[in-house]
Nanobody, 122 residues
Framework: LQLVESGGGLVQPGGSLRLSCAAS????????IGWFRQAPGKEREGVSC????????NYVDSVKGRFTISRDNAKNTVYLQMNSLTPEDTAVYYC????????????????WGQGTQVTVSS
């Protein structure tokens, strides 16, 4: 099982990024994919999740209305569209997989990607 994140980078406040999480070795048809982030000096937190049925959930109040999770099962990829970015969104973003149902808890996910850095700064 492998997850590979991409799409991170440096963006100015108010800008947008789209992160991708490409899965290999398993099909997303039966998997929930969560996006987590870890800022320097802070614990990793669950940001958003897409269940195997395609439903999406945002767990962090500050990203509601700005972040949108989606999936393309044909490409075995889950996306996180991030708009109106602020410096507080600066973190390493990770995607992780578990069976079927979403969770905001790290320990519920068994497979993780290596992370992609998102830096929001002017």
């Amino acid at each position: 099982l492998q997850l590979v994140e991409s799409g991170g980078g440096l963006v100015q406040p108010g800008g947008s990024l789209r992160l991708s999480c490409a899965a290999s070795g398993f099909t997303l048809d039966y998997a929930a994919i969560g996006w987590f982030r870890q800022a320097p000096g802070k614990e990793r937190e669950g940001v958003s999740c897409s269940s195997s049925s395609g439903g999406g959930t945002n767990y962090v109040d500050s990203v509601k209305g700005r972040f949108t999770i989606s999936r393309d099962n044909a490409k075995n990829t889950v996306y996180l569209q991030m708009n109106s970015l602020t410096p507080e969104d600066t973190a390493v973003y990770y995607c992780a997989a578990r069976g079927y149902y979403c969770s905001a808890r790290m320990n519920d996910f068994g497979s993780w990607g290596q992370g992609t850095q998102v830096t929001v700064s002017s």
